[in-house]
């Protein structure tokens, strides 16, 4: 396999139900071998990126290619993926092996090679004991397990998941997380994965499609979108964040200053070059984010500014604190934060902070 | 739920007598009667007055008289044919509905069960004249040159008794096997679809078999219709079609043999029964009983 060819591309891709557009002009590649997580609110067109990949519906205009042949028009039944459907769709009167060897039956495989591979397929993903029993007598872990089998006994160029986790309850949800990503290191198959959670998009992804309103915002690693989200979209739904608006500053090298309500504020601009080409003056968001923000000291001389506690919340490893800063303290409600201690954090609600982030750690979002 | 000692004792008192109500009525309306049948086919009858004593002669004339079991087994022949037709017909009309989409869907099946909104007598007599020597199927059939004369090949036996039967109780046939199949999860044949199967092998693997439980009620159903039945095989059966249903008739009306009425009774509901049970069996899926 290797990670730089594309194994699908997905051209100016558009879908619409009736008069109502979903999608929008999508372009997509998605490179062999790799775990491309599709991310965003529900209604963002995700789900309807997948059917169309898996030949679920039928595209409205664009085209969609495997290894450069246009598989648009291409049947559902003919095309090499397959899908593990939210709510599993297991066969209900079939057995766990049933299911499994589903696929391959349909395929007029020999009966031994199918028990084979049923066999090798139920080992993979744990569940070996469980193959003569009911998918109802199945536990919602288990059968999503048996739902992945399923899906990769055909040995498909590509695994379409449709936010299987969904149903699971939280500390399943996890364990099936790092259960996933192992699985797609150890067969090597490329995994799209749709799901509206970015910390399960965060854990699994080699890169992420981040969509809203039936358009890609941003397609990154997940260190890339983390930290240098290229829209405000982005920047608010990936993880939490401070925003400050203000306007845009002159260039200093791998930074730029933008004038906000908090002052001054530096922030990185490196390997942004649509940054570094934005006139001065233009609306911007400084984003920084809760943890990188800090208590300010002497050394802090750039990014400094104060504010006061309005609020504490305890979470667990951390603390977070909310902070109303700028002008009278009022103009702008940060998040801070720190990590917790057992003795509790240095800081007490309602007090006046210095607050500061090292320049490095912050970023520019246009408007 | 509040927990039970928070419960009025008026509401107590009402859902005791709900419960009371649910279990007293089918036991005074339907086992009752039942059993007072089964303790009846006891009896004997002598010289029009019935004893009312134990024998079991009325079983012992149904087991040897040379008219009763074969009556009993043709007519049980008869009726597993007509829920057989019944099911090949509706299966693909039901199948039909659920291709088509919202409002159509429901007016067709509507205006398929509108049958049994009309009087059965009625019913019979129309299809009566429809299988007529100079009925209606005769004489289309004549006009298209498939006959050369009309057929008595359906006029007053056995087969006008299929056909009347199958077209009376088709829409019971029809209304199971479309929920059963409205039942199936869409999702299910996409993934059939996915998983690389054709149209075909989606319809034989997963369709199918999903609504065998609907064609299982589908056919015990028409077939305990059709047992119970002496009507339609009085009205279209003439001589020739001699049905279980006509002889029962005949002890409780012409005979006035109620005892040995009763015992035939029996033997029908025995059948009844095992039909019922058997549609039970298969009606359910495998995978979903635990």
């Known amino acids: 396999m290797n990670q730089n060819t594309d194994l699908l591309t997905l051209r100016s891709v558009s879908k619409s139900y009736g008069t109502v557009p979903v999608l929008h002009d999508i372009d997509l590649s998605i490179k062999d071998g790799e775990f491309l997580t599709v991310l965003g609110p529900s209604g963002s067109g995700k789900t309807t990126v997948l059917r169309l990949i898996g030949g679920l519906e039928p595209l409205t205009s664009g085209e969609i290619r495997l290894d450069g042949q246009d598989i648009s028009r291409m049947p559902i039944n003919r095309r090499p993926f397959n899908t593990v459907f939210q709510d599993y769709a297991l066969f209900p009167h079939l057995t766990v092996s049933g299911n499994v060897g589903y696929g391959l039956s349909v395929r007029h495989v020999q009966r031994k090679e199918i028990a084979r591979r049923v066999a090798e397929a139920l080992e993979l993903v744990q569940l070996g004991r469980f193959a003569d029993r009911f998918p109802a007598q199945l536990s919602g872990g288990q059968r999503q397990r048996v739902a992945l089998a399923r899906a990769l006994i055909c040995q498909p160029r590509l695994i379409l998941l449709d936010e299987p986790l969904a149903a699971l309850d939280l500390e399943l949800r996890r364990q099936m997380q790092v259960f996933l990503k192992s699985i797609q290191r150890e067969i090597r198959t490329t995994f799209l994965f749709v799901t509206h959670d970015q910390e399960e998009a965060i854990g699994m992804a080699d890169r992420i499609c981040v969509m809203e309103a039936g358009h890609i915002r941003q397609l990154g690693t997940p260190h890339d979108l983390y930290y240098r989200p290229n829209c405000e979209f982005v920047a608010r739904f990936f993880g939490e964040n401070n925003l400050v608006a203000g306007k845009l500053g002159p260039v200093q090298g791998e930074l730029r200053s933008i004038e906000t309500a908090l002052g001054r504020l530096i922030c990185s601009i490196s390997d942004q070059p649509h940054l570094k080409a934005a006139a001065e003056g233009a609306s911007a968001y400084a984003a920084f984010r809760p943890e990188a923000l800090h208590l300010a000291d002497a050394k802090d001389t750039d990014n400094r500014f104060s504010g006061t506690i309005s609020d504490l919340a305890f979470a667990g490893s951390s603390t977070v604190a909310t902070i109303a800063a700028g002008p009278d303290n009022a103009a702008q409600r940060l998040r801070l934060r720190v990590p917790s201690r057992v003795d509790g954090s240095a800081l007490r609600s309602g007090e006046a902070v210095s607050l500061s982030f090292a320049p490095h750690e912050g970023h520019l979002v246009l408007a | 739920m509040s927990e039970a000692g928070s419960t009025l004792p008026a509401e107590k008192r009402l859902s005791l007598l709900v419960t009371v109500l649910a279990f007293a009525l089918p036991v005074v309306f339907v086992l009752v009667p039942l059993a007072i049948f089964l303790g009846y086919s006891f009896f004997s009858v002598d010289q029009g007055t019935i004893v009312y004593g134990f024998s079991l002669g009325n079983y012992v004339r149904f087991f040897t008289d040379p008219v009763f079991l074969p009556v009993f087994w043709n007519t049980i022949v008869l009726c597993v044919s007509v829920a057989i037709v019944c099911i090949l017909l509706a299966y693909p009309a039901a199948y039909f509905l659920t291709t088509l989409k919202g409002r159509w869907r429901y007016a067709l099946l509507m205006l398929l069960l509108v049958p049994l909104l009309m009087s059965y007598v009625i019913k019979i007599y129309a299809i009566r004249s429809i299988l007529g020597l100079n009925g209606f199927l005769n004489k289309a059939l004549v006009a298209l040159g498939i006959l050369q004369e009309p057929s008595t090949l359906f006029v007053f036996n056995m087969n006008a008794i299929l056909l009347t039967l199958t077209l009376l109780l088709i829409p019971f046939a029809i209304l199971p096997i479309f ?98 049970l058997i549609g039970e069996r298969f009606g359910r899926n495998p995978g979903t009983s635990a």
Do not use: C
């Not at chain 2, 993934?191 to 589908?218: E, H, K, M, N, W």
């Open chain 2, 179 to 276: 929920l059963s199949l409205e039942r199936i999860p869409q999702v299910l044949l996409r993934a059939s679809d996915d998983l690389g199967a054709s149209g075909l092998q989606t319809f034989l693997r997963i369709t199918l078999p999903l609504s065998l439980p609907g064609v299982a009620s589908a056919a015990s159903f028409v077939f305990v219709l059709a047992i119970g039945d002496f009507l339609t095989p009085q009205m279209v059966g003439g001589i020739s079609g001699f049905t279980f249903g006509r002889i029962l008739y005949s002890q409780f009306g012409t005979a006035y043999n109620w005892p040995f009425g009763a015992a035939l009774s029996v033997a029908l509901a025995v059948v009844v029964i095992a039909a019922i």
